[in-house]
């Protein structure tokens, strides 16, 4: 690092450098002095102490706009390439590699904060927040894919099965369709299903309650699905019985 410093006039002279308390006037010189050949300072705190100036002082820098800060402590000049020329060979590049990518040299030598286009990348957030807000609407809601999701058929095909009268616009309901087609099942199975526990359930006054959209398009739709209608029967008193499935409730079978 050069251990020669310059100042310019057109900086040090202006109204807005001498309006400016002695102290924090000294404690500019000194960080110029103190500030590698880039510029970049990054123990300002020290030679506040050195010097007996404050925070007051520093911050009052920054606000005049003599210092640029970084968010890691580290502060640059701004007008150090005004005040300061180093030859090629006596010159040493500053460490801080990241913070003066942050910067551009304007024509008059000063350094200033590069502006960042964040338009793109607000654009991006925003839809990204309303597209996760439409996906959280949707899963309660089962309002998403209408064209994909046969909903009214699969439940008119229950209704028309077991007599019932659900709704297809029910959101309960459409949230279990919806949850089953996107685990990859389609309209067949959804018929398969009703068809083999209508052929179980149906005649049998202890399970028929459980032949809604709860129960069928559950967790258990899989399970259902690889049953064999044409070889399970009804249960009968005695089964029921001997089964365990006289302990279960109505949430055992959703």
Known sequence: MAQRRMFSKKVTD???FLDMPLSTQALYFHLNMHADDDGFIDNTKTIQRMIGSSDDDRKLLIAKQFLLPFDNGVVVIKDWRVHNYIQGDRYHKTQYINEKSQLVVEENNTYTKRIQDV???DTQVRLGKDRLGKDRKDILSGSDEPD???YKEIVDYLNKKTGSKYRSSGSKTKTLIKARVHDGFELKDFKQVIDIKTEQWLSDQKMNKFLRPETLFGTK???YLNENKST???LTDDDWTRSSIQTTTDEDWR
């Open 221 to 223: 739709f899989e399970g």
């Open 148 to 150: 994909r999701i046969p």
């Open 14 to 16: 202006t109204d807005t």
């Open 119 to 121: 338009s793109n990348m």
């Open 232 to 234: 399970r029967q009804p």
